[in-house]
Structures are given as C-alpha cells and as structure tokens.
C-alpha cells in the first residue's frame, strides 16, 4: 500500500499559478510512472499530465503549453506547475501512481492508476 499526501491547492484569479505537489510514503527512487487527475463539478475525472522516472512526459491537450509536470525521485514528490489558468481549469486535482513504468497518450500513464491521493481543489475565477 503507498499513501499518496497532497498538500496545497488554492485559488487564483484567471491568468494567475499555481503549484501542486503529491508526497508519496514509499521507499525513494520508484521507477513507477506518476500523474495528475481532475474532476470538475458534473464532469469524469479526466487525466492531465503523467511523468515517467527519466522524466519523459506526456499531456491532455487542453494543458499542453501551460502546465509543468516534474519529480523528485530522491524526496518521492510529484508536482503539477500550473501557469496561465482559466476558470475552466477549476477542478479537484488527484494525483496517482500508476500499475506502468511509462506514459501513455493524453497525460495517462500505460497502464491503471492503483494508488490515488486524496486530492486538492483548484478554483480559478474569472
């Protein structure tokens, strides 16, 4: 079992950023591929950015251009630079570790989220 904490979140006018980070209780340097989730009001949780070890990265299309995935592999963390957000952006984020060692298409990892952190609201207003 690895528990995923999720500090942070926040909320900023249209246009402003924000960064989110996820520790993770395990053993340093997994060779496990990461990523980030939302889910908005009414909307599926959707992906939104996955990272591998190397750091070999993959985004959704609605981020791509603004928002910054990355990790410390030594310190266990995750994080999810946010710039030039839109109030289409406001969501709970989640971040996940996934069954895979790399990414997929459109901000997934390869293969199933199986740990999940309890998640962070994100609120842009316009």
């Known amino acids: 079992q690895v528990r995923l904490a999720q500090p942070g979140g926040g909320s900023v006018a249209d246009g402003g950023s924000l960064r989110l980070s996820c520790v993770a209780e395990?053993?340093?340097?997994?060779?496990?591929?990461m990523g980030w989730f939302r889910e908005a009001p009414g909307k599926e949780r959707e992906a939104v950015a996955a990272?591998?070890?190397?750091?070999?990265?993959s985004y959704a299309d609605s981020v791509k251009g603004r928002f910054t995935i990355s990790r410390d592999n030594a310190k266990n963390t995750l994080f999810l630079q946010m710039d030039s957000l839109k109030p289409e952006d406001t969501a709970m984020y989640y971040c996940a570790e996934d069954t895979s060692f790399v990414v997929g298409s459109d901000g997934n990892c390869a293969g199933a989220a199986k740990y999940w952190g309890q998640g962070t609201q994100v609120t842009v207003s316009s």
């Open positions: 395990r053993p340093p340097h997994s060779y496990i591929c």
């Open positions: 990272i591998e070890y190397k750091g070999r990265t």
